[in-house]
């Protein structure tokens, strides 16, 4: 079982950053991909970025350019830098872990962007 615990979120003006992390525990797991998705109010939920293990990264058109995802392997956690943050960002942020069979998945952390 993977544990993953996030940080990071809160409030900032339109144009600033914030930077999310993620900490993966337990005991005999293997992650292969970390990542985050967000979910809007009254929205569903919508990937944003994913890394490999190798390090390898694919981010969300609508976050292209603004969002860096990097990820510490001898930690287990993985970063979320947002610059230029827009209104539009704002939601509930999730962090997952993805093993070879299943997912495991955060508790969100709330990002609001006020215009």
């Known amino acids: 079982q993977v544990q993953l615990v996030e940080s990071g979120g809160g409030l900032v003006q339109a144009g600033g950053s914030l930077r999310l992390s993620c900490t993966a525990s337990?005991?005999?797991?293997?992650?292969?991909?970390m990542g985050w998705y967000r979910q809007a109010p009254g929205k569903e939920r919508e990937w944003v970025a994913a890394?490999?293990?190798?390090?390898?990264?694919n981010y969300a058109d609508s976050v292209k350019g603004r969002v860096t995802i990097s990820r510490d392997n001898a930690k287990n956690t993985v970063y979320l830098q947002m610059n230029s943050l827009k209104p539009e960002d704002t939601g509930v942020y999730y962090c997952?872990?993805?093993?070879?069979?299943?997912?495991?998945w955060g508790q969100g952390t709330q990002v609001t962007v006020s215009s």
């Open positions: 997952y872990a993805q093993r070879p069979v299943t997912r495991s």
């Open positions: 337990g005991s005999g797991f293997r992650i292969n991909a």
């Open positions: 890394i490999t293990s190798g390090g390898s990264t």
